[in-house]
């Protein structure tokens, strides 16, 4: 499997963006975003079950980002409002196989390349 984040880009505090989280064959995994900024540890955003009936979140974004997939095109989308300069980070996708856990970066299997995402004040 091979993941492709897109959609990062600078904007400014209050804006918002769109990444999506491209899979290059068809999985049915639970899929994450994570983010890393410079001097941080990568932590954990939001996730999506497969069937997308179930999502997760950060309490740091909880109820101005939202998850979302489109599993006919292999894509999962996180869309980003609100966006203020301690969310600038590197966000990267990626999917776990097995296992319960969905919140720790060690769960996960498959990453894609990451996106850079910088939010001006």
């Known amino acids: 499997v091979q993941l492709q984040a897109s959609g990062g880009g600078l904007v400014q505090a209050g804006g918002s963006l769109r990444l999506s989280c491209a899979a290059s064959?068809?999985?049915?995994?639970?899929t994450g975003w994570f983010r890393q900024a410079p001097g941080k540890e990568r932590e954990f955003v939001a996730a999506?079950?497969?069937?997308?009936?179930?999502?997760y979140y950060a309490d740091s974004v909880k109820g101005r980002f939202t998850i979302s997939r489109d599993n006919p095109k292999n894509t999962v989308y996180l869309q980003m409002n609100s966006l203020n300069p301690e969310d600038t980070a590197v966000y990267y996708c990626?999917?776990?196989?097995?296992?319960?856990?969905?919140?720790?970066?060690?769960?996960?299997?498959?990453w894609g390349q990451g996106t850079q995402v910088t939010v001006s004040s």
């Open positions: 990626a999917e776990k196989v097995g296992g319960s856990g969905v919140y720790y970066s060690n769960e996960y299997t498959y």
């Open positions: 064959g068809r999985t049915s995994r639970l």
């Open positions: 999506i079950s497969w069937s997308g009936g179930t999502t």
